[in-house]
């Protein structure tokens, strides 16, 4: 079961494209300057399974959808329960684009399994010292926009080169 705060039919600030985003509750990073503290504690939202998060995600998505983002919160504190909900997700569109957030960095959790099947990791806690409203995507420039499936592949952390 996963504890889900929200979910916002389009974005185009949360990951390249149109997307829609999950807010998923709980996260134990605490940084100071956090835009959503109330996502701290982690129980709370709503109760979802794996196949009915699926369901609602996709019922939120239009053709014109490039991905779906998940934020938070910390969706990497739910990590087994998301990786269920990515691969029910990729059992209806296979090619879908999933992009995470996370308050770690890649170094600490990179043998996650959850990490072999998402697209893009923006990893790294908030920092309010290098807070920087000009980066695409993230808040603080300590923040890194990882090519997960080229990182894997090349056995080298790879960002993205097109931001
Ligand atoms: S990781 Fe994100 S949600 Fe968690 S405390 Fe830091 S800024 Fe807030």
Redesign the pocket.
């Known amino acids: 079961m996963l504890q889900v705060a929200d979910i916002l039919g389009e974005s185009v600030v949360d990951g390249k494209g149109l997307r829609t985003v999950v807010f998923l509750q709980g ?1 134990p ?3 100071t300057g ?4 109330k ?2 504690p982690s129980k709370g939202g709503k109760d979802y399974t794996s196949g009915a998060l699926a369901a609602a995600i996709i019922a939120k998505m239009s053709p014109i959808h490039r991905g779906v983002t998940f934020s ?3 969706p990497l504190a739910q990590a087994e329960e998301l990786l269920q909900v990515i691969k029910s997700l990729r059992k209806i569109k296979p090619e879908l684009n999933v992009w995470v ?3 770690y960095i890649f170094e600490e959790i990179k043998d996650y399994p959850v990490l072999q099947e998402i697209n893009v990791l923006v990893d790294g ?2 920092i309010l010292a290098k807070r920087d409203i000009s980066l695409p995507f993230r ?1 603080s420039g300590n923040q890194r926009i990882i090519d997960l499936p080229k990182t894997f592949a090349q056995g080298g952390l790879i960002q993205e080169l097109s931001l």
């Open positions: 996260c990073h605490g940084c956090c835009h959503n503290p996502l701290w938070g919160g910390d957030y996370t308050g806690p908030f808040g």
